[in-house]
């Protein structure tokens, strides 16, 4: 079965940090570009960031509101993405998936998301 | 910045009546290789987003019939044929081509009248 499953959401002080993971299976992850798509509570999508496959360089790219604080790596012997995310803000409080966001033909691939709560 | 703007925001349909969702980009979607990157999503209530079409006009695998994309350069529209009541959600586009790489329009909440 095709499936992403995030994991590390919490509670976290504005000014902290936290790392979330998302732990693929069922597809070739490591030939995938994966991307961070948040949603604050009652909000629409948003996209973070992109990393890119291996083979296409690893590259990422990342959303101005996130961009320098937050940092998207991947572990394609564990089938898994990561996302670091640094100097948190309360706007930054929102439920966090991981996707492959295809944008040509395939499988496109969302998690169940994990939730980040940010507050004093 | 390429801004995706749907409408309406809104949208009480009647089951076995027709639903329309316009979405209007700030700047062409029409990608240097020919193709139009738009994609369109829908999340259910308490569900994560599920991509129906890509590239203005492709039904994913599993997604009915009454369910279609249309359009071009910087004006889309999905249409759903005859709404029926697991439709209801929130409906996003999406463009893939300017920055910031990908942007979604603000939704469309469809509900049952």
């Known amino acids: 079965e095709v499936q992403l499953v995030e994991s590390g959401g919490g509670l976290v002080k504005p000014g902290g940090s936290l790392r979330i993971s998302c732990a693929a299976s069922g597809f070739s992850f490591s030939n995938d570009w994966m991307s961070w798509v948040r949603q604050a509570p009652g909000k629409g999508l948003e996209w973070v960031g992109r990393?890119?496959?291996?083979?296409?360089?690893?590259?990422?790219d990342y959303a101005a509101p996130v961009k320098g604080r937050f940092t998207i790596s991947r572990d394609d012997s564990k089938n898994t993405l990561y996302l670091q995310m640094n100097s948190l803000k309360t706007e930054d409080t929102a439920v966090y998936y991981c996707s492959t966001l295809l944008a040509i033909p395939g499988i496109d691939v969302w998690g169940q998301g994990t939730t980040v709560t940010v507050s004093s | 910045d390429v801004v995706m703007t749907q409408s309406p925001l809104s949208l009480p349909v009647t089951l076995g009546q027709p639903a329309s969702i316009s979405c209007r980009s700030s700047?062409?979607?029409?990608?240097?290789?020919?193709?139009?990157?738009l994609n369109w999503f829908q999340q259910r209530p308490g569900q994560s987003p599920r991509r129906l079409i890509y590239k203005v006009s492709n039904r994913d695998s599993g997604v009915p019939d009454r369910f279609s994309g249309s359009g071009s350069g910087t004006d889309f529209t999905l249409k759903i044929s005859r709404v029926e009541a697991e439709d209801v959600g929130v409906y996003y586009c999406m463009q893939a081509i300017q920055w910031p790489l990908y942007a979604f329009g603000q939704g469309t909440k469809l509900e049952i009248k």
């Open positions: 700047q062409s979607l029409v990608y240097s290789d020919g193709n139009t990157y």
């Open positions: 990393i890119k496959s291996k083979t296409d360089g690893g590259t990422t």
